[in-house]
């Protein structure tokens, strides 16, 4: 799961770069990376750790 997690967290931020770079994609690749964010602040928080 966490390989899962890691691997989400780093297509949205090309996503987003690329969004910003080439204009597309509007604010959901933004919308996005926030809950990506929250999702790996909340793993970090609560110390779950997958086998």
Request: hydrophobic share 75%.
């Amino acid at each position: 799961m966490g390989r899962i997690i890691w691997l989400l967290i780093v297509a949205l931020f090309v996503f987003w770069v690329l969004g910003l770079v080439f204009k597309i994609g509007g604010g959901l690749i933004h919308i996005l990376l926030v809950i990506a964010i929250i999702v790996f602040i909340f793993n970090l928080i609560t110390g779950k750790r997958s086998v």
